[in-house]
Structures are given as C-alpha cells and as structure tokens.
C-alpha cells in the first residue's frame, strides 16, 4: 500500500524540508523518515516527495484543480532517476494520499 501525505500548504515557491515522509506500495515500506516536500509547476497544487537518504525514493502527486482525479507516480523505489511507475488515481486522507496500493505522506 502506498501512501503520500500533503502538507496543508503546497503552493510555497521553494522546497519545504518536512520532518518526516512515508512513502509505502503494495505492501512495502521505501521511505520513512527525513524528506523534502518540492512544488511542481504542472498542474494545481502538485508536489513532490523527495527522500533524503540514498538511494533516494520520490513520488509525484498530482492535483488537479477541475476535480479531476489526483493521480500519482513514483520511481519504483530502486533509485531511479525519473518516477516511471504509476501509482494510480489517489485521495486525500488526512497528511496522506492513499489508494489500495499506494500511501505518501508528509509531516513537518
């Protein structure tokens, strides 16, 4: 299960360091602990997770501002460059966005 957590703010300009992300898919935990929470300039209130250890884990999410379904991906957490794999149409559940394979989450 993959988790994203979102901080409440996610228009900032700048990357927000976040005391604490949780990025989980199908079951397994890649992240969890230190990360940066980055704005994207594609779409309305879209954003990144980047962890800080190495090999670094990310996800994107995706939100978009005609109620269309937010979506994410991610790069598969082998340390990949570019985040390739889909994680599918996910909703916000409290500092996360979840589906029945993925969980990202973001606290500061």
């Given at each position: 299960?993959?988790?994203?957590?979102?901080?409440?703010?996610?228009?900032?300009?700048?990357?927000?360091?976040?005391?604490?992300?949780?990025?989980?898919v199908?079951?397994?935990?890649w992240?969890?602990?230190?990360?940066?929470?980055?704005?994207?300039?594609e779409?309305?209130?879209?954003f990144?997770?980047?962890?800080?250890a190495?090999?670094q884990?990310?996800?994107?999410?995706?939100?978009?501002q005609?109620?269309?379904?937010?979506?994410g991906?991610w790069?598969?957490?082998e340390?990949?460059?570019?985040?390739?794999?889909?994680l599918?149409e996910?909703?916000?559940?409290g500092?996360?966005?979840?589906?029945?394979?993925?969980?990202?989450?973001?606290?500061?």
């Amino acid at each position: 299960m993959i988790v994203v957590a979102l901080l409440a703010t996610t228009c900032a300009t700048s990357a927000r360091n976040i005391t604490r992300c949780l990025i989980e898919v199908d079951g397994t935990t890649w992240a969890d602990g230190p990360c940066e929470f980055n704005p994207l300039d594609e779409g309305y209130a879209s954003f990144q997770v980047v962890e800080k250890a190495e090999p670094q884990t990310f996800a994107y999410i995706y939100v978009n501002q005609y109620d269309e379904p937010t979506h994410g991906v991610w790069n598969g957490g082998e340390g990949a460059t570019h985040a390739h794999d889909r994680l599918g149409e996910l909703r916000k559940d409290g500092a996360c966005w979840v589906n029945e394979r993925a969980k990202v989450c973001a606290w500061q």
